[in-house]
């Protein structure tokens, strides 16, 4: 089974607004990545975050991680009808594992 | 630099027939993945490539998959006989050998099985 779950399943926001999606696994990670799909594509890296890093900042892309809960955040502030995709988070242990990721629909 | 690239894009098959699919990763870049992502589902990995080696395999239905990476740089992946259950995004990514874990991921096949 897949070791990332992201949630919710879908979010649906307007432009402007912020869209949090939460990542939950269940084994000790190297680190935690974030992917972004739009439709018909392939995954583009968004950002990395190590296990001993607690929040990065990358541009409007904000990801927390608590190893303790064995969960991580990516929060887009200031959203855009061009953030319209699959997010994904890739969990690293010996593989990269992904959950089934976060629909995310920003409305103009 | 130019990107992962996958051929072919699209592909219809009847089941029990074969197929094949090919990846040229990023030039330079070692490791090389197959992953399988099926509709409404994240990827997930068939089989990692370090150069010309077998890294990571234990996901690869072996009895109908193959997929070998000949001199290190191409891949590609087979399908042998082909079940409706396969109809599927197979996706091809590479890495670099830097410290970096990010991977840079191609455009995927889409495989229909009927």
Known sequence: SQQGEEDPQALSIQE????????????????????????????????????????????????????????????????????????????????????????????P | EAGVAQSPRYKIIEKRQSVAFWCNPISGHATLYWYQQILGQGPKLLIQFQNNGVVDDSQLPKD????????????TLKIQPAKLEDSAVYLCASRGLAASYEQYFGPGTRLTVT
Do not use: P
Not at chain 1, 38 to 45: D, E, K, P, Q
Not at chain 1, 75 to 80: E, G, K, V
Not at chain 1, 94 to 107: A, I, K, P, W, Y
């Open chain 2, 64 to 75: 109908r998959f193959s997929a070998e990476r000949l001199k290190g740089v191409d891949s």
């Open chain 1, 16 to 107: 402007g607004e912020n869209a949090t999606m939460n990542c939950s696994y269940k084994t000790s990670i190297n680190n935690l990545q974030w992917y972004r799909q739009n439709s018909g594509r392939g995954l583009v890296h968004l950002i990395l975050i190590r296990s001993n890093e607690r929040e990065k900042h990358s541009g409007r892309l904000r990801v927390t991680l608590d190893t303790s809960k064995k969960s991580s955040s990516l929060l887009i502030t200031a959203s855009r009808a061009a953030d319209t995709a699959s997010y994904f988070c890739g969990t690293s242990g010996s593989r990269l594992t992904f959950g089934e990721g976060t629909q995310l629909t920003v409305n």
